[in-house]
């Protein structure tokens, strides 16, 4: 009878292992010594794991700039984003046309908007995480959302504001300073890192509106002249700054909850607060506003829907 090899004696056969038990794989790199332990002298198991696609894909366009404008993530960003533009230009028009029809109501136009972004994400996070889910969210993390909410309609606050004392060309300008905020807030605070033809591309954005805001001007284009271009250019250049952090918050946020979850929050909150504030600062405004047939189509619905599916496309 021919007696096993010393190999023969130590290999395990396939029957004795028992397969009823998951197994995990330690994945040890090339040319390592030995297994990496944990620092108790146990090696450290890691579970195999399923490649992500999202991940797979970016890796293997990096390197290839163009490679990214063929693929279907390029595409839906910049539908987003020329619906986003539409959606913000849209509603600078109506607060400016508003404005020039002798209503200005800053707090009530964006109240509106907060309500139906509570009726349908709140809606959909109760249905998704039930009222016991939702009522522990609230009282765990309400007051990150609430402080966002109260960022949020300030910056809309400030903004409509705006269009009282200066005109729609320079607020639309200033408007863009959003976009510095929100890129040195998150190189400081998200640690994101751009490349040189991302911040190329935000110069050659806000480049493109002062060359056409500089035309206006100069061939006298613009026929609404501002009551006092000074303190409305201050209150849109504030109102810019809190939309650009409150942008950066809710990046941060959606990092750790579901975007229906930060959405919701936003307008569940954002809904109080901008009925306070309108109850508030309004009242004097609602008094002395001009109500006729366009000053009563210019806010409702257009306003409200472009604001609304501003933050539907934000999400």
Known sequence: MAQPTPQESFAPRKDDIDMSESHTIVHQPKGADAVPENGHGVPTLVAEREANPVLEEDAATQGTWTAYVKT?????????????AICITSTNTLSQLLSNEGTSIPAFQSFFN????????????????????????????????????????EGNYFIVLAYRYTTILSAQLINFWAIVVVVILSFLFLRVRYRWTQIAGIFLCIGG??????????????????SNAVKGDLFALLGASLYGLSNTAEEFLVSEHPLYVVIGQLGFW??????????????????????????????????????????????
């Open 114 to 153: 907060y309500v139906l972004i509570n009726i349908i994400y709140t809606g959909y996070t109760l249905y998704k995480l039930g009222p016991r889910g939702w009522a522990q969210l609230v009282w765990k993390d309400g007051w990150r959302f609430l402080i966002l909410a109260f960022i949020d309609v």
């Open 270 to 315: 954002g809904m109080f607060i901008n009925g306070a504030q309108a109850g508030i600062f309004d009242r004097a405004s609602f008094r002395t506003a001009t109500w006729n047939s366009r000053s009563g189509a210019y806010p409702f619905p257009p306003d409200e829907r472009g604001v609304f599916q501003y933050f539907a496309a934000d999400g």
């Open 72 to 84: 279907k993530q390029f595409w839906i960003a910049m539908l987003l984003g020329q619906t986003l």
């Open 209 to 226: 509106v002062g060359v056409l805001f500089g035309s206006d001007r100069l061939t006298g284009y613009n026929q609404f002249p501002a």
